[in-house]
């Protein structure tokens, strides 16, 4: 294990933990899925999610950070990983709209989008 959660005095409440997520995933406050949905097809996100869903403890929450796709025609980056999901993977970037409704199929709610001094967003979502 990482000297950091030592460091941060958090030991007692974190963990790496190797699985499937796609079987289960061990209960906690917080999930945090750092470029894994855009690995993956819609129906594959969503059974993520849920087991994500299923897991929290009460007042749980799950970040999500990936690339937003925005309005289309925009240049930038995302656009380029989205046709690089869909060239080498059964994923594809997508936009907040997008995940809300995958959220919303898994059983949550979207609560925040949140930008970062990257590329990268952070979406929170909360079990309905």
Request: a negative charge; charged letters at 25%; hydrophobic letters at 45%.
């Amino acid at each position: 294990m990482s000297a950091a959660p030592a460091e941060t005095g958090v030991t007692d409440r974190f963990a790496f933990v190797g699985g499937d997520f796609f079987d289960q995933v061990p209960t906690g406050d917080l999930h945090l899925l750092k470029f894994v949905l855009h690995d993956w097809d819609d129906d594959a996100c969503v059974r993520i999610l849920r087991n994500c869903r299923e897991a929290l403890r009460p007042g749980g929450r799950v970040l999500v950070m990936e690339l937003l796709i925005d309005e289309v025609g925009k240049p930038g980056l995302e656009p380029l990983m989205d046709l690089n999901m869909m060239a080498l993977s059964t994923g594809r970037e997508h936009s907040a709209e997008e995940f809300q409704t995958l959220f919303h199929r898994a059983g949550l709610e979207l609560v925040k989008v949140s930008s970062s001094a990257s590329l990268v967003s952070v979406l929170e979502a909360a079990p309905v």
